[in-house]
């Protein structure tokens, strides 16, 4: 899941309201834009291509897009909806940030907007890491259309392999652990930023109304999950993201290809793993 994290004092000393945020992909470009000047970068650029990928779907799910056609048999990325995010996110980065400088410029307080998960709060409300602390503010991810909101999502799961010999106390032992974890989940976000997956967990008082940067984080990020977009489940999942990842990465990264030749490069690739 992904949100936008910004700097409320560079928006202060910017010009712009602290308190009001980009809520649509526009007004992020446009005061990414107007942020950027001076030793300030207006917005960093997620350049890691699996993580880019996951970043991409919620975009394609904004545009009304869908990854597999023909009960996931092949699919076209080269429609207007799947190609105009990756124009947008070119945009994003080359108008604006095109060394994509990010890292630690923003923990020390030289980037106005940056788009990241839940798992990076304990690092930016860490004052002994980062001089942010007091600065920092989370946002829900920008939208094409606010009235039709989309972000990609992914969870952590627990698994049971299925052993040659089952062990039916060993099996006990790791559901009421699995159980116990996810009861205590509480903890998981309060120190690290992850939303729990427990109705039970997010609606208790100790989760909706306590304190600190890292669990009021957690909970902007959990404003977004009515509208959240998980991958489909496809035996050929991972390989397709590789390749799409790939094309993302020429597009944005390395401006190898233009966005419509990369997405129509993907799209066959892509199919030729589904055809097999």
């Known amino acids: 899941l992904f949100a936008l994290f910004y700097n409320k004092r560079i928006f202060q000393e910017g010009g712009l309201d602290p308190e009001q945020p980009p809520k649509s992909l526009t007004e992020w470009y446009d005061m990414a834009k107007a942020l950027n000047k001076g030793d300030v970068i207006g917005t960093a650029i997620y350049g890691w291509p699996p993580g880019m990928f996951w970043i991409y779907y919620g975009l394609m799910k904004q545009w009304g897009a869908e990854l597999f056609l023909e009960e996931g048999t092949k699919v076209d990325l080269t429609t207007p909806a799947h190609v105009e995010p990756v124009k947008w996110w070119h945009s994003l980065r080359w108008d ?26 304990s690092l930016w409300s860490d004052p002994e890491r980062s001089k942010i602390v007091d600065d920092y503010a989370v946002a829900l991810m920008p939208q094409h259309d606010p009235a039709n909101p989309a972000v990609w999502a992914n969870s952590h799961c627990f698994a049971l392999p299925k052993p040659a010999k089952p062990d039916d106390a060993k099996r006990a032992a790791a559901i009421k652990l699995m159980k116990w974890l996810s009861e205590h989940s509480f903890d998981w976000s309060n120190q690290a930023g992850q939303i729990p997956a427990s109705n039970l967990v997010r609606d208790s008082e100790q989760w909706q109304q306590g304190t600190g940067k890292i669990l009021e984080g957690s909970r902007k990020f959990a404003e977004a999950l009515p509208y959240t977009h998980f991958f489909p489940q496809h035996k050929m999942m991972f390989e397709v993201a590789d390749r799409i990842a790939a094309a993302l990465d020429a597009a944005i990264n390395t401006q190898a290809m233009k966005p419509e030749d990369a997405m129509q490069q993907a799209t066959e690739e892509v199919n030729k793993i589904l055809a097999q």
């Open 96 to 121: 604006i940030n095109p060394e994509a400088k990010d890292g630690d410029l923003i923990r020390t307080g030289k980037v106005a907007l940056w788009l990241d998960g839940p798992w990076t709060l």
